[in-house]
């Protein structure tokens, strides 16, 4: 997976700098040597270097501030001007890497609905974009997927295109004649709310049995319409599924906040992460079950919601990202299958 700056990484409303670097975090950020971790060593980072200047930095100054704890290295994949306010980040089957741009952000229908409405109508300044060679040597150029968009933040490469968030739809964009570029999309699912633009259904990730997963946020509230006209009511957090042809779609999580963080290992078991630090940054996710803070409408009144299990205090109200340790693969010595 990749990160952006570390303003990024502590700022969920996005108030970032003026430079905005991707970097490649093994699984997270960064990129293990195996010779220099020993088995059983777990080593932390040491402490940060001092910045040589007041921001805004260039992205190789920036880059240079980076800690990371022995065998891990962070190298610089894009910057602006080459794109910008990068938030979610997707791979295909061929390695390459799939983003977004957020130049439109904010824009909440809760504070300014009428501009909002408008702002969608007419498209804006966004896109999605493609680094065909993300593991090549140095910064890396985009190609332009799909343009014209207002922040796009749920991206998923599927087949000969993508799935994409706009306004209250999933979209499927596609590549019809493969000269890269989206000639035509199809709405997939409508009736998504926009009410706050943090929270617009993201996460998207393929799961067993066929089905993409997708998280929504705590403040919006939707009807949910499928292709063949069935209607859920999705408000709240939530986490759902849908099939690729947009027949299917049902909530299988209540709560918690904002799940910024979602990952499924290799024998299907989910992990979340809870944006907003309530002592319980990380959980296994189960089916049907309901988790504390803001899903509040829980599907079974007499169940109790998911126990917390390992709390620890993290602060902060963005923390965003997880990466899984898991087989010989993975991270390096002791931090291989944690």
């Not at 303003?7 to 997270?28: M, Q, Y």
């Not at 207002?150 to 596609?174: H, S, T, W």
């Not at 993201?202 to 998280?215: E, N, S, V, Y």
């Not at 997880?322 to 693969?329: F, I, P, V």
């Amino acid at each position: 997976m990749l990160n952006a700056t570390p303003a990024d990484r502590i700022n969920h409303h996005l108030r970032l700098s003026r430079w905005w670097i991707f970097l490649w975090f093994c699984g997270v950020a960064l990129t293990p040597s195996l010779r220099a971790l020993g088995a059983t060593d777990v080593v932390g980072a040491p402490p940060p270097g001092r910045p040589p200047r007041s921001p805004p930095l260039t992205p190789e100054e920036e880059l240079a501030t980076f800690s990371v704890p022995p065998s891990f290295k962070v190298e610089l994949v894009a910057a602006e001007p080459d794109g910008g306010k990068f938030v979610t980040v997707a791979f295909d089957h061929a390695g390459r890497m799939w983003t977004m741009t957020a130049f439109e952000y904010p824009l909440d229908a809760n504070e300014s609905p009428a501009e909002a409405k408008a702002q969608f109508a007419h498209g804006g300044r966004d896109r999605v974009l493609v680094f065909d060679t993300p593991t090549a040597p140095g910064r890396q150029k985009p190609r332009t997927f799909a343009e014209g968009l207002a922040i796009p933040l749920g991206l998923l490469p599927y087949k000969n295109g993508a799935f994409v968030q706009y306004d209250g739809e999933i979209r499927f964009y596609e590549d019809a004649d493969g000269d890269g570029r989206a000639d035509k999309f199809t709405p997939v699912l409508t009736g998504f709310g926009i009410e706050d633009s943090h929270l617009f259904p993201h996460q998207f990730m393929r799961a067993p049995g066929d089905w993409i997963l997708m998280a929504q946020g705590a403040f919006n509230y939707s009807k949910v319409k499928t292709e063949v006209g069935n209607v859920t009511e999705f408000n709240k957090t939530k986490l759902a599924r849908f099939t690729p042809d947009g027949k299917h779609f049902e909530i299988v999580g209540w709560g918690p906040c904002n799940i910024w963080g979602l990952v499924v290992d290799r024998l299907g078991e989910i992990f979340i992460q809870e944006a907003n630090d309530q002592g319980w940054p990380m959980m296994p996710f189960l089916e049907g079950a309901s988790y504390p803070l803001c899903g509040d409408d829980v599907p079974r009144p007499y169940a109790p919601p998911f126990p917390k299990l390992g709390e620890k205090e993290m602060g902060g109200t963005g923390l965003s990202g997880l990466a899984m340790s898991e087989g010989m693969d993975s991270f390096p010595g002791a931090y291989r299958d944690v």
